[in-house]
Each structure stands twice: as C-alpha cells, then as structure tokens.
C-alpha cells in the first residue's frame, strides 16, 4: 500500500468539475476524502446484492489477500461500476432492455443510425452491458468475503440523464454527451513497429473527434429528429467510443495483473481481463464500419466533425483495412526482439493513473465533483502503490 504521504495529481479537464471552467488540479493523498467525509477506517457499502451473496455462503480461497491486492481489485471495481453506468446509458436508448439489464425503453431513431454499422448492434450493447456489471458485483463480492472493504459509488451519481425519448432520468456517474475520443487505439493496434510501452506515438483515425465536445448520445430528441447526418454522427461517435473504452480495459487488467500477489486475484484478473479483450475486438471491428460523414456541424455547440473512409489513404491498405480486426505483430519488450502479436500497452507503472487519467480526458466526468476526482484519485494511486509478494 501507499504511505501516508504518497500523492499524485490528477487532472480534470477545464470544464470538469464544480463549474464549466474550473479545472481540477490537486494532490491526492490517501484517506484525505475519508477523513473529510469523517469515514476514515470505515468500509463503503457494498450495495443491496452483497448481504444475499454472502448469505448463501460462497466458497472462498482460505490465503488472505495482501493491502495490495485489496488495493487493485478496489480500483478495478470502481472502474467497472463507471463502465456499467455509461454502458447502462447506451443500452437504455440503444441495446436490448430486458431482465438482465433493466432500465430505459429505446430511442428508434438513434438505434437505427447505429445498426447502420451492425444490425446485431442492440444485442452487442446489451451483451457488453450485462458483462460490466457481473464484474462490478463480482469484485465487490468477492471483497466482501474476505472481509476488505467494498467499492460504492451512490454518492457521485449527480449528474444528468439525456433528455431525449428512451432514457431513464436518473443521476449518473458519467457524461456521455460531452465527450473527445482519443482514436489512437485504431492505429496502435495496426502498427508493426511501434509500440506506447517504448514511449511511442500514434495518430487518430477520427482527429475531429478530439476537438472540442462530442455527443455519443442524443441530448434530446431534438438532436434526432433533425438532420439525419447530425444523428449517424452521434451514433458514429458512439462506436469509436464503445471501442475507446474498450482497448483500455484490455490494457489495464493484465498491467495491474502484474502486481497482485495472491494467485487467485490473478486468477480473477486473467479472467475478467479476457472479456474486455473481446469487447474491443468486437468494438474495433464495428467501428470501421461507421459511415464516413463530412463537416457534420453539431446545431447547438456548433462543433464540427468529419469521419473519414478508413479504406483510403492516408489509411486502408494491407495495414490499416477496416477488416483487419487481429493486432498486428509489433514490438515487445526490446526493439532487438521479433515482432510479436500482443495487447498493448501492458507496461505496469502508473497503470491505475493512467487509466483515470484517460478516461477524465475522454470528457467523461464532466460535472463531477472534487471529492470524485479525490476519492478516484486515492484509489488510483494505492492500486498502483502495490508490490508483488514472492
């Protein structure tokens, strides 16, 4: 675990946060927002599902969890109950709404501009859906059968709901209609000589979508009753973000995987990480289906983006084909290495920041509080605080 005077800072974007323009730019020092809640030493709640859990007496490992281990699974945990909430928002207008994930009842217009990429796209958004949250419920279980502290994050739930036909209107973790997606992944994954462990760089396949602000979801049914192009370019922008999303999490699971110490925790790690890496495969290949689109202007910000044919230059070809879907081998380790076919990147250092980091930068906690940013933050910096024990 961290020391008591470990900090890191994590930045916000300058329209995070209290106010439009304020930006959040602080230290993070571990249990300050505990002790400022007066909840230091105390476990959050692990929501109504656990005591049913427990109750029926789940077998659990019989070797304790190191602080560090806690540390990662409390983070990973976090970071799936912030993917359920925004997975939870495309389904509602997008995906299948059933038992296994309830809530919203469709928006026709935004559905059917995204099965112009898939017709299977409902099912896809429901399946991935559904997966988030076993994993959330999971890890939190799992803590709370070896007694750790459980992750609960009801208290940041402030923030709005889309006013169109078909959401919910209930308070959210994240902001799906304000974001800039890094499409960098399209790239990294295509390239045979590079790799971002070596401190390598990437351009985007969609540059316009990181500039300025960017709907993934319609604000209100306005923004699909309008210009038909304005709707396929929410949709679009979607699926270069369901992707965006994705590739992170393939990432982050076998980075932090790195550092546990009980092998069962790895065990989970390994197993939930495989799942993420089908959900970018899945999301990878959707995106290049996407409709090119040209200067679409967003009526109410007036922000502009284009979606190019990704199967002409300065892309397509034998490396950067929409179908090509597989990593292609690059490398790994030491550049005096053969090229090899791997997630990427996998570097552990800073895994948890980074990955807080980027996901701040996405535009997805636009609204949220200092206290998220600080409590995330905390997590952020113990999980990557952790040391493997041999």
């Known amino acids: 675990m961290a020391s008591e005077d470990r900090t890191a800072t994590v930045v916000a974007p300058a329209d995070a946060g209290e106010g439009v323009n304020s930006q959040l730019n602080r230290e993070v020092q571990r249990r300050s927002f505990l002790k400022g809640m007066g909840m230091t030493g105390v476990a959050l709640t692990a929501g109504a599902v656990l005591p049913s859990i427990l109750d029926a007496q789940v077998p659990i490992a ?6 560090g281990d806690v540390a990662i699974l409390r983070f990973l945990c976090a970071a799936e109950i912030i993917e359920t909430d925004l997975w939870q928002q495309y389904n509602e207008l997008a995906g299948i709404q059933d038992d296994e994930v309830p809530g919203g009842s469709g928006n026709e217009p935004y559905g059917d501009a995204l099965k112009q990429l898939d017709d299977d796209m409902p099912q896809y958004i429901h399946d991935n859906t559904e997966d988030e949250l076993t994993h959330e419920v999971f890890i939190n279980a799992y803590l709370a059968a070896h007694g750790a502290p459980t992750v609960n994050l009801d208290v940041f739930r402030t923030l709005p709901s889309s006013k169109a036909t078909g959401a919910q209107q ?9 974001l800039t997606v890094d499409t960098t992944w399209y790239t990294r994954y295509r390239s045979r000589t ?18 300025g602000r960017h709907p993934a979801i319609p ?15 929410i949709a679009n922008t979607a699926a270069f973000h369901f992707a965006t999303i994705e590739q992170g999490g393939s990432s982050l699971y076998p980075q932090l995987a790195q550092r546990v110490s009980n092998v069962e925790v790895l065990r989970i790690l390994l197993s939930i990480g495989g799942t993420e890496i089908c959900h970018f495969q899945t999301w990878s290949d959707l995106a290049g289906d996407a409709p090119p689109l040209d200067d679409v202007v967003d009526p109410v910000t007036g922000v502009k983006v284009t979606f190019p044919d990704l199967n002409s230059p300065p892309f397509g070809g034998e490396d950067f084909g929409t179908s090509l879907i597989m990593p292609e081998p690059t490398a790994f ?19 948890a920041m980074g990955a807080l980091r980027a996901l701040t930068a996405d535009g997805l906690f636009i ?6 940013f600080e409590f995330m933050g905390q997590l ?9 024990g041999f």
Do not use: W, Y
């Open 333 to 351: 380790l030491n550049r005096k290495l053969p090229a090899v076919s791997i997630i990427r990147p996998t570097a552990t250092k800073g895994a």
């Open 194 to 211: 590079k790799n971002p462990d070596f401190g390598d760089k990437f351009p985007p396949a969609v540059p316009s979508l990181a500039i």
């Open 62 to 67: 019989t070797t304790g969890l190191t602080p």
């Open 170 to 178: 209930i308070c959210r973790l994240t902001n799906l209609m304000h």
């Open 367 to 372: 609204g949220q509080s200092r206290a998220f």
């Open 380 to 388: 952020a910096v113990e999980a990557d605080a952790a040391q493997r």
């Open 219 to 233: 604000r209100t049914d306005a923004d699909v009753s309008g210009d038909p192009n304005f709707t396929q370019a």
